[in-house]
């Protein structure tokens, strides 16, 4: 038990760390929809399945689907121009 | 400032807000040690008072109802915020999604995600149902089901087409679903009050512990968020859609 908690910790720590260093907005959505499912997957193992789902379903769905799609709208505004990133 | 300066700035602060950080965690109380009574309290009265399996639902929404009323109005609002700042501007024109108008073409959807997300969709949309009205029994309820249930709505827009969405869930059906939501959850706490207790008072039948009829009005209130949620979550994601999709400001490239 003890192995899972502290592997879960690390993955968490792993993804969080993850979400900061990915640079390109596009790629940041991806990985941060991995982090809300690491997250949910430790509200899991420490026996609150409620909070875990909400978190995945916000975390890893809500979230990123709203992420993408103002990034959509934000390129469709500025065209192709890649230097406003 | 340079960035050396900036970074030793930062090394200052960062030390600081660690050593704060580890003085705080050492006085934490043990792992597993629960020092509060409420919890263990709450452990032993609330399935034989409330007849309700899952006592985190008890006391979401009968003992601490009224704090997932002002929960279930903050979606209500921040959707409401939404489609006001998202509407069409005075600048703006709505023109046909690509792939509704005839002398455009939107890159077709690949056939993999059309029949993944297809198969996907009933399951999806039976398990949000199980979820919203086995929140008394188990772990879930109307926030997290209505989620799930709206990630439905999302799996038709991916396997299918923006014009589909629309088709399957009118507008009109989702605000009704959002703003009967909203309004059910305060309907429900007002029977309480017509039944001379007090308001959000649990006075429906109780019922057996574990049984899908049971625990009185908390179902009835997963029921009512559950169709909150989902229906808000819908809404924003039309709401996103149409800007990304449909309103075009002159010049804009699509």
């Known amino acids: ?85 | 400032m340079t960035p050396a300066l900036r970074r030793r700035v930062f090394l200052v602060a960062a030390a600081v807000a660690g050593a704060l950080l580890v003085w705080g965690l050492t006085g934490l109380p043990d792992y597993g040690v629960y020092a509060g009574p409420y919890g263990d309290v709450l452990n032993q009265v609330a399935v034989a008072e409330r007849k309700a399996a899952n006592v985190v639902a008890a006391v979401t929404f009968d003992y601490r109802g009224i704090d997932t009323m002002g929960e279930e109005f903050i979606l209500f609002a921040a959707v409401l915020g939404v489609a006001i700042l998202l509407r069409a501007q005075r600048d703006e024109t709505e023109q046909p999604p690509d792939e509704d108008a005839a002398d455009r073409h939107a890159p077709g959807t690949s056939n993999a995600v059309r029949v993944v997300g297809l198969a996907l969709l009933g399951p999806v949309v039976l398990f949000g149902i199980y979820v919203v009205t086995h929140g008394h029994l188990s772990p879930g309820g109307g926030f997290q089901g209505g989620v799930v249930l709206a990630t439905g709505a999302l799996l038709v827009y991916l396997s299918g087409e923006y014009v589909t969405l629309r088709r399957v869930s009118p507008e009109l059906l989702t605000d009704l679903a959002e703003s009967t939501g909203a309004a059910g959850y305060v309907a429900v706490g007002l029977v309480g009050v017509a039944a001379g207790a007090t308001f959000l008072a649990n006075v429906l039948p109780l019922g057996q512990p574990g049984m899908l009829l049971s625990a009185g009005t908390i179902p009835v209130l997963n029921l009512v968020v559950g169709l909150e949620v989902a229906g808000g979550f819908v809404l924003l994601l039309y709401e996103f859609l149409e800007q990304t999709l449909v309103i075009r400001r002159p010049g804009e490239v699509t």
């Not at chain 1, 192995?3 to 993804?15: I, K, M, Q, W, Y």
């Not at chain 1, 997957?41 to 909070?51: H, S, T």
């Not at chain 1, 978190?55 to 709203?66: E, N, R, S, W, Y």
């Open chain 1, 1 to 85: 038990m003890i192995v899972l908690e502290v592997s879960v910790f690390l993955l968490v720590a792993a993804a969080g760390t993850a979400v900061v260093l990915t640079r390109d907005p596009l790629n940041q959505a991806i990985v941060a929809s991995f982090y809300g499912l690491v997250l949910g997957i430790m509200f899991f193992v420490y026996q609150a399945p409620d909070v875990a789902l909400s978190q995945i379903a916000v975390g890893a769905v809500a979230l990123p689907l709203m992420i993408l799609l103002a990034l959509a709208k934000v390129r469709a505004l500025g065209g192709d121009r890649r230097d406003d990133r």
